[in-house]
């Protein structure tokens, strides 16, 4: 390990005070505990809420009462085009070309969107390649798509599950899966961070594996993107699709995102389910017979923007554009490192972390897993005005995220669990 961590104070507060991204902590509110602000380490279930929010909701709303219909036109953000102002800065952060994002629907919708397309199958190849202990959304969105299309999940779903005694799964055994299943494989369609365990998972060797077997590679992307910067165009893969209220902080139920590599989204004889608002932009209000599908991932929408579901988006994407995703990945490296290393120091409490040790594995989320008295440990730091997250069994997740969270707020997450007897 290449930084001498100190499990100090005044070290922790060091590193805030030479960290370029300190000051953005300051555009968020904070949720309060005995008046002061929590430390919150649940940016991978709920982002927090830019300042900024309540001024641009208003401006909508007024805008709304100023030009009715016309707002669609004449708003700060013509509602008309605001699906547009999003896909650049979407873009950077998954790192595809700007026609290859769209903001529409939320996460699961989005996921059956994309299946109808890419879930396609015939012959022998109909099978479904996911990792065991999937989000519960994307375990019911495949069951249903394999029986929608007359198949038993028992028999066409195929779940890698870690190796005997282990707790995360190895890329490898994914990729053999992969290739060992060859042409009855249809799909291969993972969650890129396991939202258990914190784990990365090789999105481009996976996605190769899978066009090597000559199925298409997708990625539920809900715990990466504004996590971990990706290649998603360079990577080939397919097709991904992802939440904005985690670490994109655009509040409950905000807007989904979608990705389409451009092989697919340029070509129209991809099957899509059509909408006025995925149809040729020139033609849409022709009200003509006969779905012309624009170009790109814009394509698979099927209705006009949710404005007011968008605002929240809008002003995030300008925090993260301002920050870069690259520089923010940069602290979250050596703010996790830092979380990590101060657990390490704690040897009275029954836990280990599941989350893999390499920085190339994981983003900012860790995993503790208990044997026994996690549900307490988390209600004492609860009580204490520490925001982490339980999930059953026994695990506690903390996500320092590098936009809003401190060294300090590590330091003080430490120092209260090695108070807990
Ligand atoms: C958060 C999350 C979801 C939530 O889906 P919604 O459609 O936004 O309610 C789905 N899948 C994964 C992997 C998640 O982490």
Known sequence: MSTPYEATHEYARDQDQTDILFPFRER??????????????????????????????????????????????????????????????????????????????????????????????????????MEAGAFPSDQYAIETQVRMHGYDPEDAIIEITPAEGANLIEDADIINAINEAGDSLALVMIGGVNYYTGQFFDLENITKAAHNAGAYAGFDLAHAVGNIPMKLHDWNVDFACWCSYKYLNSGPGGV??????????????????????????KTRFKMQKGFIPQKGAASWQMSNAPVFNMVAHNASLDIFDKAGIDTLREK??????????LLRQITHLPFEIITPTEPSRRGCQLSMLFGDKGREVFDTLTSKGIIADWREPNVIRIAPVPLYNTFEDCYKFYEVLAGIE
């Open 28 to 129: 968020f509110l904070f949720p309060q505990h005995e008046g002061e602000d929590v430390r919150y380490f649940c940016g991978n279930s709920l982002g927090l809420q830019p300042k900024s929010v309540s001024y641009l909701m208003d401006k909508e709303l007024s805008d709304w009462a100023r030009y009715g219909v016309e707002g669609h036109f004449k708003a700060g953000y013509p509602w008309f085009s605001y699906h547009h102002f999003f896909a650049e800065r979407l873009a950077k952060i998954v790192g595809a070309n700007k026609d290859e994002v769209v903001a529409m629907n939320t996460l699961t919708v989005n996921l059956h969107m994309l299946m109808l397309s890419f879930y396609r199958p015939s012959g022998k190849r109909y099978k479904i390649l």
């Open 256 to 281: 989904g995102g979608a990705y389409v590599h451009e092989r697919h989204g340029n070509d129209p004889t991809l099957f899509r389910l059509g909408g006025w608002w995925g149809n040729d932009e």
């Open 332 to 341: 979250s490296i050596k703010l996790t490192g830092y979380m990590e290393f």
